[in-house]
């Protein structure tokens, strides 16, 4: 699975953004989906993950009512929608791949929260002004 995520950019404080994450390869619908983001000076963070179907999804904290994880496993593509964006989530976000089909789905989360999907694209920038 390739992935590229795109749909960064430059917002203000309160203001939303979505990205969009597409995948080549036709085992798109058979690996959960995560998105990640590196802040400036800081370590890669898990943000969100969603299962298989879409049907379960999981965020950190600190997006937690905030930010939606969503795919289209008919457009082979996953999106991050970002409300209510503050300074603190500016930052590079790459979405990723992993966890196979059938998988324990909190063997899944806890791969995810590790950092340790198979798969990763290359990263889109949001910056948040305040």
């Known amino acids: 699975v390739q992935l590229q995520a795109s749909g960064g950019g430059l917002v203000q404080a309160g203001d939303s953004l979505r990205l969009s994450c597409a995948a080549s390869?036709?085992?798109?619908?058979?690996?959960?989906v995560g998105w990640f983001r590196q802040g400036p000076g800081k370590e890669r963070e898990f943000v969100a993950a969603?299962?298989?179907?879409?049907?379960?999804?999981d965020y950190a904290d600190s997006v937690k009512g905030r930010f939606t994880i969503s795919r289209d496993n008919t457009k082979n593509s996953a999106y991050l929608q970002m409300n209510t964006l503050k300074p603190e989530d500016k930052g590079v976000y790459y979405c990723?791949?992993?966890?196979?089909?059938?998988?324990?789905?909190?063997?899944?989360?806890?791969?995810?929260?590790?950092?340790?999907?198979?798969?990763w694209g290359q990263g889109t920038l949001v910056t948040v002004s305040s």
């Open positions: 990723a791949a992993g966890c196979p089909y059938g998988s324990s789905w909190m063997s899944c989360l806890d791969n995810f929260r590790r950092s340790e999907p198979n798969y």
């Open positions: 390869g036709r085992t798109f619908s058979r690996v959960a």
């Open positions: 969603v299962s298989w179907g879409g049907g379960t999804r």
